[in-house]
């Protein structure tokens, strides 16, 4: 049982939450992404980084068979333009635009590497662990999380083309 002053207490951190968030928006310091990212930007760590970040956002983890991504999930993300959503978020970011002035120092060779590398950034799915696991996912998960890393790596793949 919450009391008067519990309330106003959870009132004012919430306030307190919201005012800082505002504050480190417009001085610039942060998105959402480039808040998960550490300012240093190597292009490996920050690609998978970004891709497994938009896809803990997007993607609900599966515990169990009646605690999981479901198909439906699945056919909600694609509806709702997700990958639109997550490619617009991304090429906003500062962490966007620091990975790629990165990514541009690289040789073919190691951005051949680290692309690749980007797209086999998802989970294993419950058949290939052969058990159900948090370690894992559904196919459907699997799918959606395939998609983000999808997206992602082409997006910088396209705008690494232009920028040469």
């Given at each position: 049982m919450k009391t008067k002053s519990g309330s106003l207490l959870n009132g004012i951190s919430v306030l307190i939450m919201m005012v800082t968030l505002t504050c480190s928006w417009e001085k610039g310091e942060c998105t959402t992404i480039d808040c998960s990212?550490?300012?240093?930007?190597?292009?490996?760590?920050?690609?998978?980084?970004?891709?497994?970040d938009y896809q803990d956002k997007y993607i609900r983890k599966s515990y169990a068979?009646?605690?999981?991504?479901?198909?439906?999930?699945?056919?909600?993300?694609?509806?709702?333009?997700?990958?639109?959503?997550?490619?617009?978020e991304f090429s906003r970011s500062r962490t966007f635009t620091s990975l790629l002035a990165e990514i541009g120092k690289l040789n073919e060779t190691e951005r051949n590497l680290l692309f690749k590398q980007g797209l086999a950034t998802y989970q294993p799915t419950w058949r290939e662990l052969?058990?159900?696991s948090e370690?894992?996912?559904?196919?459907?998960?699997?799918?959606a999380q395939k998609d983000i890393a999808t997206a992602i790596v082409n997006l910088v793949k396209e705008r690494c083309a232009r920028e040469r």
């Open positions: 990212i550490p300012q240093v930007v190597t292009p490996d760590s920050s690609l998978i980084k970004a891709i497994k068979e009646w605690d999981c991504y479901t198909m439906k999930d699945y056919t909600d993300f694609q509806r709702q333009n997700t990958i639109d959503l997550i490619k617009v052969h058990k159900v370690k894992g996912q559904t196919d459907a998960g699997q799918n």
